[in-house]
Every structure is written in C-alpha cells, then in structure tokens.
C-alpha cells in the first residue's frame, strides 16, 4: 500500500505542533489508532488497500478493487470510530494534560468521522444502509441531503458561537472548507 502526504496534511500537522501542548501527540495516536481500525477490518474482511492518503480533513483509504457488499463498506466505514470509541474509553483513567488531550481527540475522531457527510465514515456507512436498503440512485440522494444539512448545521453552529461568544471561526472555516469538498464540482488536471 502505497502512502500519499498532501500539503494539506503538512499544513495541519504545522498547526497542531504550533500548539506546543498534549495536542499535537494525543491528535497523532488517536487519528492513527482511528486509522488501524479501519485496516484491521479491511484486512478481517479481506479487502486490499492500495493507497492512504493524507489531507487536509484526515486520512482516507483507497481500496484497490470493489468492496464486495454493502456490508463490507459498513463493517469498514465502522471501524474507524468504533476504534476511537475504545481509545476513548481506555483513556479515561489517564490523568493529566496528556489525558484529556486524548479522551478529547478520541472522541471528536469518533463523533465527527460519525457525521453523514459524504466521505467521512458516517456517511459512508448511511450510503452503504441507505443503497442496500433502497437501490444506489436513492442512497445518493440521501446522502447528498445528509451532507448538505450536517455541513449547514455545523457553519451554523459556528456562526452562532462567533457571533455569541466571539470563537470557533475555526469551525466556520473548517465547515465552508468541507462544503467545497463535498459539493464544488473537482476539477481534472
């Protein structure tokens, strides 16, 4: 499996370290522990992996064919945040700013990779229920409505906290910027 580091990815690890804090090692050990997750199911259900790419919004794993079944794509999307969930619960006796740093970067993993948005693993796994359920073309549809209302929900979380409380542009940001992931057309090179 070949590994792929986008300026994206370089740009957030420079952010984190900045930190000078737990932060930078707590958000380190929970994405990678998210991550194994997600390839000891791969590697339970018999799927190959052809690439892991880093980016800006975390990591994302390219099978190297079709996952076989809707099932398989849910049992994998799942791994990931029940994975961050069993770091989480196995963090909460740690004491200290190393501590909290992790139970909180396991549980924001887990929480937000569990968010229906296209390419996160909450909405991969609403996709494959969704398809199974009611044929691929509905499952696209309901995924798009899904992405577009959590996105809007998280810049107007975001949006009512910096008018509030004067913070989270962060979150502003980071759901604009997820917004055109998901939604603006790619361009091909």
């Not at 522990?33 to 590697?43: K, P, W």
């Not at 994302?60 to 398989?72: E, F, N, Q, T, V």
């Not at 948005?117 to 499952?139: E, H, K, N, Q, T």
């Not at 107007?156 to 409380?165: D, N, T, V």
Request: charged share 15%; net charge positive.
């Amino acid at each position: 499996m070949k590994i792929r580091i986008t300026p994206g990815a370089v740009l957030m690890l420079a952010v984190l370290a900045a930190d000078r804090s737990a932060l930078l090692p707590a958000t380190l050990l929970a994405a990678t522990l998210h991550e194994a997750g997600h390839l000891a199911a791969a590697r339970m259900l018999g799927i190959r992996l052809r690439l892991l790419e880093l980016d800006l919004f975390g990591a994302k794993l390219h099978p190297a064919g079709a996952i076989p079944s809707y099932r398989a794509e849910g049992l994998l999307a799942a791994a990931g945040p029940m994975a961050s969930l069993l770091l989480w619960v196995a963090a909460l006796p740690l004491q200290g700013r190393f501590g909290d740093c992790l139970r909180l970067a396991t549980l924001s993993f887990a929480l937000f990779n569990l968010m229906p948005i296209s390419g996160f693993d909450g909405g991969r796994m609403l996709g494959a229920l969704s398809a199974a359920l009611w044929g691929a073309p509905a499952s696209a549809r309901i995924l798009e409505i899904s992405s577009y209302l959590s996105l809007l929900f998280l810049f107007s979380l975001s949006a009512c906290m910096l008018l509030c409380y004067g913070q989270q542009l962060t979150l502003g940001i980071l759901s604009a910027s997820l917004f055109a992931e998901v939604f603006l057309p790619k361009r091909r090179n």
